[in-house]
Each structure stands twice: as C-alpha cells, then as structure tokens.
C-alpha cells in the first residue's frame, strides 16, 4: 500500500510541477494541497506551495506559513539549503513589511550561500530593508555586496537599472549627507 501511495505523491508532483510550467498555478496550488493532505510531514510540498504562493501569487502571508512550516519538518533532508529557505522567509516578511525581521532572515540566508545571483539578491533586499529603516552604513555594506556580485548578477539576466540604482545610491553615501 505505501508503494502505490508514494507513486501516488510522486505523479501528484509531477502534475503540480507541469501546471506550474503551463501557467497554471492556482492548478499547481491544488495538487500541492493534496500532497500536503495525503502527506503533512513532506516539507518538500510545503516548500514548493510556498514558493507557488511567493513568486506566482504574493500571497506573502500564506507563502510564510507554507515554508514555515517546511522549516520546522526540514527541508535539508530533501536537498534543499537553509541559505535559500532564509531567503524566501525574507521574501515573505519584506512583503509584509516586516523589515527587520526580513533582514534578519536574509542575514542568515548569506550564511553559507555560494550562488554569486542567490547572493547578489539577498545583498539587494538587504540594502532595500535598511533602507526603510534608515541604516547608512548597514546600507552601504549592502549595495557593495550587490555589486560584488554585479557580473553574476547581470550575466544572468539582472536588471541593469538596478544595478545603476544601487552604483549611484552608494556614490551618494560615499559623498556625504
């Protein structure tokens, strides 16, 4: 009975992944609900829902409940870092405007990174919560890891313009008040 059972979740994946690929993420939503029903302890569907919840839908509330609760059973048992689930929880709580709880998510999501994008994002978002919350220097340390990384980032398709926004903030920082 678990064989078929884990087949059963495994097509279930397969579906949401192809919904998703076709544009269909309310679709996509739905068969990772039904995962997450047949299975409750699979953190990999609540990672994945998250993700749907975050980027297609900016539910950023249901998308932090969603990789949450991934946290708590463990999304490094199937393969996924810590690094970049800190980045999504950041994510979300940016969205929510929770700022500083976003850059202490983000913080930690540079811990361990290697991806030079991954880190060139986190730094950006980074630089964005200090902003609002009016920290010079915390934003200095953050636009010069974004453009620490601007190669990566550029080379894999970042946005030029904020590239050139993050240059001429940190010229005006450097310059003085």
């Not at 192809?18 to 679709?27: H, I, K, N, P, Q």
């Not at 930690?108 to 200090?130: H, S």
């Amino acid at each position: 009975m678990s064989s078929s059972r884990n087949v059963s979740i495994e097509e279930l994946l397969r579906s949401a992944e192809e919904r998703e690929d076709s544009g269909d993420a309310l679709g996509a939503e739905a068969l990772l609900g039904r995962v997450i029903s047949l299975r409750p302890e699979f953190s990999l569907a609540w990672y994945r829902r998250g993700m749907l919840r975050l980027f297609e839908q900016a539910a950023f509330e249901e998308a932090l409940a969603d990789l949450s609760r991934a946290e708590e059973l463990g999304v490094d048992q199937v393969g996924i870092p810590g690094s970049q689930l800190h980045y999504l929880l950041g994510e979300c709580l940016f969205g929510l405007e929770r700022f500083e709880e976003a850059d202490a998510r983000l913080q930690r999501g540079l811990v361990g990174e290697q991806d030079e994008v991954l880190r060139a994002e986190i730094y950006y978002r980074r630089a964005e919560c200090a902003e609002v919350l009016a920290r010079p220097e915390a934003l200095r340390e953050a636009l010069t890891g974004f453009l620490a990384h601007k190669a990566a980032f550029l080379d894999s398709g970042g946005d030029e313009e904020q590239v050139q926004r993050a240059e001429t903030r940190l010229a005006a920082l450097s310059s003085g008040p």
